[in-house]
């Protein structure tokens, strides 16, 4: 089995670290409450893909699977640091950028289902 790229886990580390540090900003430093919402939304959606992102890993260490879980750790810092920009005051348009980061996270969980349905078919094409 072949060893996972470090960056996907280190990437994986840091959205946790960012979620963590948004969402204790958010319950601590943040009064105004729709800022507030929209960290914890994106808290929400980044720590568990964060976590994931190493189940993943754990479950199969393949290439098909990385590329699952790049669409997730990509999508959910998109998703979220966009929600945390909003809150810190970043222009509306920002806004805009969310989607992707949703369609990643998506699109990555749809990889992954079709993985776990090919099953043993992707071991026999070295996969």
């Known amino acids: 089995m072949q060893q996972a790229p470090r960056l996907l886990p ?3 580390a840091f959205n ?8 204790t900003f ?10 507030r919402e929209w960290i914890m939304t994106g808290v929400i959606f980044q720590l568990p893909h964060a976590a994931a992102v190493f189940a993943l890993l754990a479950w199969r260490n393949a ?4 590329y699952g879980a ?5 999508g959910s810092l998109i998703f979220a640091s966009v ?7 970043a222009p509306r348009g ?13 699109l990555g969980w749809v990889w992954i289902a079709l993985i776990a349905l090919a099953g043993d078919r992707l071991n026999r094409l070295g996969l």
Not at 26 to 35: F, L, T, V
Not at 63 to 66: E, F, G, L, Q
């Open 83 to 89: 929600l945390n920009a909003l809150a810190l005051g």
């Open 94 to 106: 920002v806004a805009a950028f969310a989607p992707i980061g949703g369609s990643l996270m998506m």
């Open 63 to 66: 290439k098909p699977v990385h």
């Open 16 to 23: 946790a670290i960012l979620a963590l540090t948004f969402g």
């Open 70 to 74: 790049w669409a997730l750790a990509i």
């Open 10 to 12: 280190a990437l994986a």
């Open 26 to 35: 958010a319950a601590h430093g943040i009064k105004d409450p729709q800022a």
